[in-house]
């Protein structure tokens, strides 16, 4: 059973920052491309970055550059996104997720990814 299970976040003062962590299962982690996305409320899911396990290439969405940084622990099955400067537009849930067959350039697509976390809450607050 292929699971994603994030957890890191909470509730930051704008400026702050948070590392949020995805620990993979259930599906041979190396093959895969992981990306990060968020869902603010009343708004369209959108991505924020992706990276391959394979050969560690990322990709960011323009709004976040230089923010966000993702990286990724193929011994441990685990992928992160850390998160500086947080902004008040930040807030939102944070879902990772996985596919195959994707370069990363194309990875901030939703409806390319086949499985999704749960989602965790990101709160910035002013």
């Known amino acids: 059973e292929v699971q994603l299970v994030e957890s890191g976040g909470g509730l930051v003062q704008a400026g702050g920052s948070l590392r949020l962590s995805c620990a993979a299962s259930?599906?041979?982690?190396?093959?895969?491309?992981m990306g990060w996305f968020r869902q603010a409320p009343g708004k369209e899911r959108e991505g924020v970055s992706v990276?391959?396990?394979?050969?560690?290439?990322?990709y960011y969405a323009d709004s976040v550059k230089g923010r966000f940084t993702i990286s990724i622990d193929n011994a441990k099955n685990t992928v992160f996104l850390q998160i500086n400067s947080l902004k008040l537009e930040d807030t939102a849930v944070y879902y990772c997720?996985?596919?195959?067959?994707?370069?990363?350039?194309?990875?901030?697509?939703?409806?390319?990814?086949?499985?999704w976390g749960q989602g965790t809450q990101v709160t910035v607050s002013s």
């Open positions: 997720a996985a596919t195959t067959g994707l370069s990363v350039e194309y990875g901030l697509t939703p409806h390319e990814y086949e499985y």
């Open positions: 259930g599906f041979t982690f190396v093959d895969y491309v």
């Open positions: 990276i391959s396990s394979s050969d560690g290439s990322t």
